[in-house]
């Protein structure tokens, strides 16, 4: 009987994470003091990295002693990752059952007292969703006999190839797990642990098709210099059946030669290795072109080739710099010298460049970002910060036992146990416990400042404490093989390029630079792109978990609130529901969080990841590899379970994503600076409360709460009401006023310093900013926060584009010509002037603008630039002026179907004054309503004199992104409520009668439009369908898109979403041409010499240079709409989806007749229009 305490917490945290099971002597640890305990089925305790779904997603177990009282055993709700996208740092590959399929349950011990669901509520709530469910079931309409049919038929066939599919994917995600666990364990010199698993695996012949996990242990052995170790495994490889890679004979040289030339034999061993590689088909050359070296490597494996062939000279890989897409071949041409500038000339000297790197790089290794916060610091409560500095202290030492103790616990268990199981020390034990007490401090001074009413989900908190801890160990990995000191030489390099790219006379752009050196120093150390191992997602959860278990089970607090001040657990579990589902949340102390409320005031701490860099970004030169500068970042963002598109770029040639690449580098590399004017006054007003009419949030202590009441049932349930309502208001206030002391803090942080933002994009191609606070892809006052860091003259037209800029930003003649815009600007001038002057106590004309602190940004420019000695031509400009996509995804439509009517419409052809599509499919609508109410139609005579722009604007706006009629239904009847003279009963009616005419309307001026979206709905429903496959294409540019939308999100085994892939594909495509669109503009703008940044359809550069920029923009939109967009699409959708002919010419079944409609629809480009895209260059409002 194990009766220390200490031993029960540790024993519980590693049955917890399924390392280790405990014995039938061992008491129920008592309430309070664990949490959540993962069992699998069989009573083992070990992690099952392959899972075929997440751990959380757990069956409730009943007590194993219905009358045991010494501790708490209830349900958990199957909790799973929160519905939005989080931003991912680092890559993974899917989740599926492996050789295992064990039942995976889940029992709740010990949940704090203090619960904002109690059992009994969550019991009740999973009972109404029973019944819904049992309702919903007893209510749909029995199947169609057809459908049956069809369904008899095929289940066989359809369970066999999901079945065989299913076992595709789990062997591909099982070696993934294990080549990362035998790594782990070769590493920490755990070789025995990693060849007993190996041996046990290999036995069963079972998952090793291919050579992925011998090489993950030959890569270890060699650099052991054990060649009995290799010798063992090349056996294994050789009995089995499997085929030997260029890795596997990569790993055996380098270990011969490590041995000493005095050896008998060695010679006999290569000799026998180069035989090996003739009959294989291999080339040794080949081994230095494809393979990756890490220290020494390269040589050593030269070495030991020459042991048979003495004369032998490894050679290097060349590395394609060029693109293929046709669309970008001007661009492979040699740069014009004059073409090229740097933009950050005159700004940094070199030596500052080479300091702000050091800068840069020591924050991302360090992790956390400590900044001043800029709320009143004589608010600051001095004794509240001191108390919460000793209780951090107190702390330290308390995380510091545990680490110790867990770990030791843990590895006590590892090292005791020989099953054939994966274990997760190994991954543990690659960091000190120093570095887990630093990563779990920073931990907590997070979760402190985490809100009382909402966070996370505790999924998120443990996937993303996972996820530093794998940072963690591959920066450290780096400076072990010494791949961090030649990073550092290297990038230094590309630092004293990027201040002068044409000093050396070879003008490159930052990715063919970066490539440059690469190969330059190829020969020197480390490959700096050799292939780094992703831990598994289960991985990271279950790391995540076991760190988590010692912030919940040791870290106390003195409760002020009870008699005796007792301790209290800091952090609690919490549900929170979320639709039907109760979400485990973690809660803070509410002590703890009127402590941390003072830390606030004083400073803030920020993930490194999630600021703007000091110095230029890493160019993306591989679809891993770019962003900042050792902390990891996604090229795509995507959910954890979405492996198909990752797999995709896996397998895309290099050359096809340097357009995507070079783009994403181009916005990168553009230096920011802070509008100090700007951020002076927003933080004035922040810390004088806020200003609704200026959209700066107010602090939630303004909010009154409501007036306590006594009365009756009825009053009580009113008052009920106005106090969740208060409550959630609450919430959401403080959610603002904490987004925007972040952001003027980061700001006023990055004060008088140059900054870049790294740019990472969507699965569709879309890109942002990879810093979520402070970035120009925001609202209006974090947009007017920015400007470029290199200025530019106004020159002879500049003035006059920053004049119809402030015009632009007021949103008030938005169909006038550029002439009237002027004139008007002419005119409103001592109002510019005065909002310059006296924001606050003058007129403040600036306020009354759509986009207020953009515009006041504007003011004050018009103002320095009159008031320049030299004249306006002459003044520096740093503002950016933004040119928008007239309705951007209609364009792209009337394009893609040439319709004359509806590309006029969107100005895709020349004017003399703007057109609006909005007005112009209102009288459209106007004279439909006209017709029907002179036929005596009664709800059109009620809408007389209602139908306007503003009224039929959002379903305009929204039908590009597939809006359906009950959506627009829903979009009129917001508009209608607000007109006068209409009962509910006839805004319902009228709704439904207005977005009929405007998707008439809209058709009759984009008939083609409308054939292709019709064409892009019934393509993705029948590949989804008939196919059973995610519906995928190839941008203009070279990016594979997969739609990441299956039955089951966290499952991607699981059959498509038919409804999500068939309502998604129309915006998504039009969404990844609009993203074409933009990466073509920004390339031919960064081979001008123009500064360019974007915020997907709305495209910024200098005063100077508006019109320039312009004339690229108009360039590209017709060069990338020359292509034949529909007639590609097609050819790649029959190649992925179609059947072939000879498999379904005589197959009459419902399946087959599916497959032949499936084959004639994707064959079926629809018709174009008669539009001439070439009028598009001569359209001053294309964008404007």
């Not at 071949?329 to 700004?347: D, F, H, K, R």
């Amino acid at each position: 009987m194990i009766s220390c305490r200490n031993c029960l917490a540790t024993l519980a945290i590693l049955q917890r994470l399924k390392v280790f099971k405990l014995p039938s002597t061992v008491a129920v640890i008592p309430a309070n003091t664990f949490k959540t305990i993962h069992v699998n089925g069989n009573g083992s305790g070990y992690m099952n990295f392959s899972s075929s779904k997440p751990n959380c997603r757990a069956t409730s177990v009943k007590s194993r002693d219905q009358n045991d009282t010494t501790g708490k055993i209830c349900e958990e709700e199957g909790e799973l990752p929160e519905e939005e996208i989080e931003e991912i740092h680092g890559d993974y590959l899917p989740n599926f059952p492996s050789e295992a399929s064990e039942e995976t349950e889940t029992v709740l011990e010990g949940v704090p007292t203090i619960v904002e669901m109690p059992k009994e509520k969550m019991k009740k709530q999973r009972q109404v969703v029973s019944k819904m469910g049992s309702e919903i079931k007893t209510s749909k309409p029995k199947a169609k006999s057809a459908e049956k049919k069809m369904c008899n038929q095929n289940s066989i066939e359809e369970s066999q190839a999901a079945a065989v599919e299913l076992e595709k994917k789990k062997e591909i995600a099982f070696r993934f797990s294990l080549k990362s666990y035998l790594t782990m364990c070769m590493q920490q010199n755990m070789v025995y642990k990693a060849m007993i698993l190996l041996r046990n695996y290999h036995a069963e012949k079972k998952y090793f098709k291919s050579s992925l996990v011998y090489d993950a242990v030959l890569r270890e052995a060699s650099s052991r210099c054990s060649w009995k170790l290799i010798k063992e495994v090349v056996q294994m490889m050789e009995q089995g059946g499997i085929p030997f890679s260029l890795d596997s004979f990569a790993a055996c040289f380098i270990c011969l030669g490590r041995r000493s030339e005095k050896e008998i034999g060695l010679e006999a061993l290569a000799e026998n290795l180069l035989d090996k590689m003739d009959f294989c088909g291999l080339n040794v050359e080949d081994i230095f072109q494809s393979c990756k070296f890490t220290g020494n490597h390269r040589e050593l494996a030269a070495k030991g080739i020459r042991l048979a062939m003495p004369n032998f000279q490894p050679g290097f890989p060349s590395v394609p710099l060029t693109y293929t897409t046709p669309l970008l071949a001007a661009l492979n041409e040699m740069t014009v010298e004059s073409e090229v500038t740097s933009n950050i000339e005159g700004l940094l000297k070199e030596e500052n460049l080479t300091q702000l790197a050091a800068e840069q790089l020591k924050s991302e290794m360090s992790g956390v970002v400590f900044i001043k916060s800029i709320t009143n610091s004589s608010s600051v409560d001095n004794q509240a910060i001191s108390d919460m500095e000793k209780l951090e202290l107190e702390w330290l030492e308390v995380i510091r036992e545990a680490i110790v103790r867990d770990l030791s616990m843990c590895k006590a268990q590892f090292e005791s146990t020989r099953r054939k199981t994966l274990h997760i020390y190994p991954f543990l034990a690659i960091l000190s416990a120093s570095d887990y007490v630093r990563l779990l401090t920073q931990e907590v001074q997070m979760l402190s400042g985490t809100s009382d009413l909402f966070s996370p989900s505790m999924h998120i908190f443990c996937r993303n404490l996972g996820l530093k801890v794998m940072r963690e160990a591959r920066i450290q990995r780096k400076k072990e093989n010494g791949q961090l000191e030649k990073f550092q030489h290297l990038y230094n390099r590309y630092c004293q390029w990027y201040l002068h790219p044409t000093k050396n006379g070879k003008l490159f752009n930052p990715r063919q630079m970066w490539q440059q050196l690469l190969v330059q120093f190829q020969n020197e150390g480390s490959d700096l792109d050799y292939e780094e191992i992703f831990w598994p997602h289960s991985v990271v959860q279950s790391v995540g978990q076991f760190l988590y278990n010692i912030i919940l089970s040791n870290l106390k607090i003195a409760d002020h609130t009870s008699e005796g001040a007792k301790l209290s657990p800091a952090f609690y579990i919490v549900f929170r529901t979320k639709g039907v589902k109760a979400i485990r949340e973690i809660k803070p102390h509410p002590q703890l969080v009127k402590l941390y409320d003072e830390i606030r005031k004083k400073k803030l701490s920020f993930d490194a990841s999630l600021l703007p860099m000091v110095s230029p970004p890493l160019p993306w030169h591989t679809h891993r590899q770019g962003g900042y500068l050792v902390t990891d970042v996604s090229l795509v963002r995507l959910p954890p379970y979405a492996s198909q598109q990752r797999l995709r770029l896996e397998n895309t040639p290099a050359q096809q994503l340097y357009p995507a690449l070079d783009a994403l580098n181009a916005l990168g590399t553009i230096p920011w600076q802070i509008n100090g004017a700007i951020l002076d006054l927003a933080i004035k007003i922040f810390n004088s409360n806020g200003s609704k009419e200026l959209d700066i949030p107010q602090p939630p202590s303004a909010l009154s709460p409501p007036t306590p009441v006594t009365g009756d049932g009825s009053i009580k349930a009113k008052a009920f009401k106005e106090r969740t309502a208060y409550k959630r208001r609450k919430a959401e206030m403080y959610s603002l006023w904490c987004d925007t002391l972040y952001r003027l803090s980061l700001a006023n942080h990055f004060r008088d310093k140059i900054f870049w933002l790294p740019h990472n994009m969507d699965f569709r191609g879309r890109v942002y900013p990879c810093s979520p606070h402070l970035t120009h892809l925001s609202h209006d006052m974090a947009r007017s926060l920015l400007y470029f860091a290199h200025g530019k003259q106004l020159g002879a037209e500049g003035f006059n584009w920053l004049k119809l800029h402030v015009i632009n930003l007021t949103g008030t003649k938005k169909r006038e010509p550029v002439s009237e815009r002027l004139r008007y600007a002419e005119e409103i001038l001592p109002e510019i002037l005065d909002s310059a002057d006296n924001p606050l106590t003058g007129r403040k004309w600036w306020v009354k603008s759509d986009e207020p602190w953009q515009t006041l940004a504007a003011c004050m420019e018009v103002a320095a630039a009159l008031r320049c000695p030299e004249g306006p031509a002459a003044y520096v400009c740093h503002l950016p002026i933004h040119q928008d996509g007239s309705c951007n995804g209609l364009q792209h439509y009337a394009a893609l179907g040439r319709d004359q009517v509806g590309a006029e419409s969107v100005n895709l052809a020349p004017a003399e004054r703007p057109q609006d599509v909005y007005s112009n499919v209102a009288t459209l609508v106007e004279r439909e309503r006209a017709k029907d109410a002179a036929n005596d139609v009664e709800i059109a005579q009620l809408l007389a004199g209602q139908i306007s722009r503003k009224v039929i604007k959002q379903t305009v706006m929204t039908t590009v992104y597939g809006v359906t009629r009950y959506g627009a239904r829903l979009q009129i009847a917001k508009q209608l409520k607000e007109l006068p003279g209409l009962s509910p009963e006839q805004v319902n009616i009228g709704a439904s009668y207005l977005a009929d005419k405007t998707f008439q309307s809209l058709q009759e001026m984009f008939t083609s439009a409308k054939e292709i979206q019709d064409w892009f709905t019934e393509s993705a429903k029948l590949i989804s369908t008939v196919a059973g496959e995610n519906v995928e294409w190839i941008t203009p540019v070279g990016l594979p898109v997969v739609q990441p939308y299956n039955k089951n999100p966290y499952d991607e085994t699981s059959r498509p979403n038919v409804m999500k892939q068939r309502n998604a594909f129309p915006p998504n495509f039009i969404h990844s041409l609009d993203s074409s669109h933009m990466m073509l503009t920004a390339l031919h703008c960064q081979r001008k010499g123009i500064t360019f940044a974007s915020i997907h359809d709305c495209f910024w550069t200098h005063p100077c240079t508006v019109n320039e920029m312009n004339k690229i923009c108009r360039q590209q939109f017709v060069s990338l709409h020359s292509q034949p967009i529909l007639e590609d699409l097609s050819k790649f959708m029959v190649s992925q989806f179609a059947s072939r002919a000879s498999d379904i010419a005589e197959d009459e079944s419902p399946k087959g007749l599916a497959r032949h409609r499936l084959n004639q629809i994707l064959r079926e480009v629809p018709r174009r229009g008669v539009f001439d895209l070439r009028l598009v260059l001569e359209s001053v409002y294309f964008f404007s």
